[in-house]
């Protein structure tokens, strides 16, 4: 009942720049397949507003028009799917487009299919999406849109050397865009280049639009003072963030649940309980009353049980924190086939509670059934090892968050920790 916001919101939103006429000819780039001029303006007009972190409700009506300019417009109607903020009218418009897409051009209707893991089923199986793009890549090496899209999906899927490399030939073919350099400067970070990569972050938001409301700069910020445990300035970018968010009518599409909950667990690992449990609370206020559909409705009351079993954990509550990781439990299992891909969060919610009321073994036995892929989730499990006196393996699963690529909030705040045990076992 537990997950990360659907990825498609990030992923999906990426810059395709027209191909010239040049470029098309030589096979190297798509052939759009609108004859509308209106159409092709609306397009490069909201890809270049994505590119700039513009968002919300002017992408919208741009997306209407877009799709009213040339209704049969395969990438017209495919960028209406990205920015509308109903996702069973996005899947909708998306299934449209890729009906269009079988008499467009082969690089949109290549494209559109390839999308399909990422943009259905809230973006589980985006990793599915992969393979097809490098594909298209091979066969459209002048097609910028491929190469953004592929670096935000590898960075999704914890491959920030590929991801890098991605976004060097997005910016190699140009023109260079405020949003592969933010992904970039998040690379560097990925290397230890604090200091470096803020000070890239600063120099991009300054040539930003003004109502740019630029998640990669503020949550990228926010990491950056998180690897060097300076948790007031971390949470100083999310507040930023916050109110860009809510200024620019963000919420209204989608609750700023997500920024709350990222500061509630920067409070939490830092020690701040009671600001820990303010901040789950006070974000799942924006819930309820959302346009989100009631799944999703559902999965965001399951975060909140989790955070609060994990705050009262901390908190010592030991047998209130079990009841609340209970709680999540149940709701997995209620949920039936649906509810079995959150399993492992809830393995890591018992763990983690086991853990904090000294319970090592049967932590142990939840930890290994948690995500191994989460670097939060390797650190437990080798704080767990190393309580049962197995060093060589916990050493190696400090080792193994150290090496991590992953990009979210989960690494930076468990390298800190690992990277000092990895030089002390």
Known sequence: MIKKPALSLVLAAAIALPASAAQASAGKSFRWSTKSPEA???????QGRIENFQ???????????LAAADPEFAMGIYYASVVEPNQDEAVKLYQKSRELGKKASEG???????????????????RKSIEPLVELGQDYPRERLIFMILGQLYNGDGKGDLAAEAFKKAQAIGPRSAR???????????QGRYAEARAQYEAIEKNLPKGSVPFAIRFGTTFSHLYENNVDSALASLKTYLDEYKANGLDQQFPEVFIWNAMARINLESGRLDEAMKNYEKGYESVPNSKLPEDQKTTWLGRLHHGKARTLARMGKHAEAWKETETVRKMIVDGGEAGRQFWP??????????LEAGETALALEHLLQSDANDPFQTLLLARAYEKLGRKDEAKKAYEKVVSSQ????????AYPEAKKKVGSL
């Not at 092709?40 to 909201?46: F, I, N, P, S, V």
């Not at 999308?115 to 985006?126: A, E, T, V």
């Not at 992953?406 to 705040?413: D, M, N, S």
């Open 40 to 46: 092709l303006r609306l397009l490069k007009e909201l």
């Open 55 to 65: 968002f919300g409700p002017p992408n919208v009506e741009l997306g209407k028009k």
């Open 108 to 126: 949109e209707r290549r494209f559109i299919e390839a999308m399909i893991h990422n943009r259905l089923n809230q973006g589980i199986d985006f």
């Open 180 to 190: 592969a350099e933010a992904f970039l400067a998040g690379h560097a970070q990925l």
């Open 345 to 354: 969060a809830y393995h890591y919610l018992a763990g983690y509670a086991k």
């Open 406 to 413: 992953a990009v979210g909030i989960e690494r930076p705040l």
